[in-house]
Nanobody, 124 residues
C-alpha cells in the first residue's frame, strides 16, 4: 500500500524557516521522481519543486527559487523541503507526491500518489 505522510508544517513569521518532511512507504522510493506542490485557499494546486531519483536533478518554481531546497534520503525513504526566507504568499497546504516514473516533471498529472498535506502559515 502506497503511503506518503508529510510533517513539519506550522506557523512561522515572515523571514523564518521551516523544514517539511515526507515519509514514503509501499514502493521502491529510489525508483521515482518526487515532488512538492502547494495549494492556497481559492487557488489551484501548484508545482513547487521536484527531485529525480538520486537527487541529480532538481527544479523549482520561480516563486521559490533561491529560497527553498528539495532533497531526499533514499535510505530513509524520506523527501524534504527546506523553506527559508518565508513570505506570507508562501502560506498554503504543502503536498508531497510520487512521480509516475523516474522522469523529471512539473505537471500534476504526472504524479500518481499524494500525501494528505501539511499546513504552512506565514505571519507578516
Amino acid at each position: 500500500q502506497v503511503q506518503l505522510v508529510e510533517s513539519g508544517g506550522g506557523l512561522v513569521q515572515a523571514g523564518g524557516s521551516l523544514r517539511l518532511s515526507c515519509t514514503a512507504s509501499g514502493w521502491t522510493f529510489s525508483s521515482y521522481t518526487m515532488g512538492w506542490f502547494r495549494q492556497a485557499p481559492g487557488r489551484e494546486r501548484e508545482f513547487v519543486a521536484h527531485i529525480t531519483r538520486y537527487g541529480g536533478t532538481t527544479r523549482y518554481s520561480d516563486s521559490v527559487k533561491g529560497r527553498f531546497i528539495i532533497s531526499r534520503d533514499n535510505a530513509k525513504n524520506t523527501l524534504y523541503l527546506q523553506m527559508n526566507s518565508l513570505k506570507p504568499e508562501d502560506a498554503a497546504v504543502y503536498y508531497c507526491a510520487k512521480g509516475r516514473s523516474s522522469v523529471a516533471t512539473t505537471l500534476l498529472s504526472n504524479y500518481d500518489y499524494w500525501g494528505q498535506g501539511t499546513q504552512v502559515t506565514v505571519s507578516s
